[in-house]
């Protein structure tokens, strides 16, 4: 099947104010795209679009909280009444929580979900009439290797990925009748400001992981995906090989994973 390209692509992104949303946003430009970013942060967003030099007339910024109904229906009406339509939705926006389920509120567990869950998919379902009609139409969602082998003391995190994971597996197949790809990419440890904005964790807990990538990097393999028509990426040789020796010897991982990540 043909690459897609980006030439004059209208996209939403949400998560661009910082890390790989960041990245993916400046090479969406780059490739020719117009592209409406999103994010809580109004100047991060501003920056962005003046990292282009003028504010780039590529870039709609719309500030504002992806959990909110209000916010995702403003960011459709903006693509349609601004750029005449929808091709692609990136779901990139995401938080996380460190700590262990038994001692956190349910409010951690709902906050993780609002973001990472129902924001990306309450955004695409009001996105969908328009996919319908886009060109070279797809879903993309950031998701996690957390989202195919969970780790103690980021229950919410997880559980909240392996959601998104569910849910893009059975939008594939629903949507593959009309022509709109999903495409889900699951990236490891990420040098960005995710741990920074972390939900109704204590400062004090810090997450265990070996090595990170850079966003760039990682905001490369999204594009890079989403261009070559990719299903289901799990990226980084650790993220792999956690996921696989979890299928292979789930106890075995459980173990390892009680010595080295509590
Ligand atoms: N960093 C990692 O280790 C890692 C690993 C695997 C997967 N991921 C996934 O990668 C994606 C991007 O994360 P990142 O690493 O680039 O972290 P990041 O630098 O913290 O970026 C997260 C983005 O999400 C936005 N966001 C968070 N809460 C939001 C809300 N309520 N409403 C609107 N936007 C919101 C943030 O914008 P504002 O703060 O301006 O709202 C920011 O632009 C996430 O889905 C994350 O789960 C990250």
Same mark, same amino acid.
């Given at each position: 099947?043909? /690459?897609?390209?980006f030439?004059?692509?209208r996209v939403?992104?949400t998560?661009?104010?910082s890390?790989?949303?960041w990245?993916?946003a400046? @090479?969406? !430009?780059?490739?020719?795209?117009?592209?409406v #970013? *999103?994010g809580?942060?109004?100047?991060? =967003?501003?920056?962005l +679009?003046?990292?282009?030099?003028?504010?780039?007339?590529?870039?709609?910024?719309?500030? $504002?909280?992806?959990?909110?109904?209000q916010?995702?229906?403003?960011?459709i009406?903006?693509a349609?009444?601004?750029l $005449?339509?929808?091709?692609?939705? #990136?779901?990139?926006?995401?938080v $996380?929580a460190?700590?262990n389920?038994e001692?956190?509120?349910?409010?951690?567990?709902?906050?993780?979900?609002e973001v990472?869950?129902?924001?990306?998919?309450?955004?695409?379902r009001?996105?969908l009439?328009? =996919?319908t009609?886009?060109?070279?139409p797809a879903?993309?969602? !950031?998701?996690?290797?957390?989202?195919?082998r969970a780790?103690?003391?980021?229950?919410?995190?997880?559980a909240?990925?392996?959601?998104?994971? $569910?849910?893009?597996?059975?939008?594939?197949?629903?949507? /593959?009748?009309?022509?709109?790809?999903?495409?889900?990419?699951?990236p490891?440890? *990420?040098?960005?400001?995710?741990f920074?904005?972390?939900v109704e *964790?204590?400062?004090?807990q810090?997450?265990?992981? #070996?090595?990170?990538?850079?966003?760039?990097?990682v905001?490369?393999?999204?594009?890079s995906?989403?261009?070559?028509r990719?299903?289901?990426?799990?990226?980084s040789?650790?993220?792999?090989?956690?996921?696989?020796?979890?299928?292979?010897?789930?106890?075995f991982t459980? +173990? @390892?994973? @009680?010595?080295y990540?509590?």
């Amino acid at each position: 099947m043909a /690459k897609r390209s980006f030439a004059n692509k209208r996209v939403i992104l949400t998560g661009a104010s910082s890390g790989i949303g960041w990245y993916i946003a400046s @090479m969406l !430009v780059r490739a020719g795209a117009y592209v409406v #970013i *999103t994010g809580r942060r109004a100047e991060r =967003l501003e920056d962005l +679009r003046r990292s282009f030099g003028n504010p780039s007339k590529r870039l709609i910024a719309v500030p $504002g909280d992806i959990s909110d109904p209000q916010h995702r229906r403003k960011l459709i009406d903006t693509a349609v009444q601004q750029l $005449g339509g929808i091709d692609i939705v #990136i779901n990139n926006a995401g938080v $996380g929580a460190i700590g262990n389920f038994e001692s956190a509120s349910e409010e951690r567990l709902r906050g993780v979900f609002e973001v990472d869950f129902f924001g990306a998919t309450e955004l695409t379902r009001l996105a969908l009439p328009y =996919l319908t009609k886009g060109d070279e139409p797809a879903v993309c969602v !950031v998701s996690s290797v957390l989202g195919h082998r969970a780790v103690p003391a980021k229950s919410e995190y997880c559980a909240a990925k392996f959601a998104l994971r $569910g849910w893009s597996e059975s939008l594939r197949v629903e949507l /593959k009748p009309k022509g709109i790809d999903v495409v889900s990419i699951s990236p490891s440890t *990420t040098d960005s400001e995710f741990f920074d904005s972390l939900v109704e *964790t204590d400062p004090a807990q810090k997450s265990r992981s #070996i090595g990170k990538q850079p966003a760039e990097r990682v905001a490369k393999s999204v594009v890079s995906a989403l261009r070559r028509r990719k299903r289901d990426m799990v990226l980084s040789a650790g993220g792999k090989a956690l996921v696989w020796l979890g299928r292979l010897a789930p106890n075995f991982t459980d +173990r @390892m994973l @009680m010595q080295y990540a509590t």
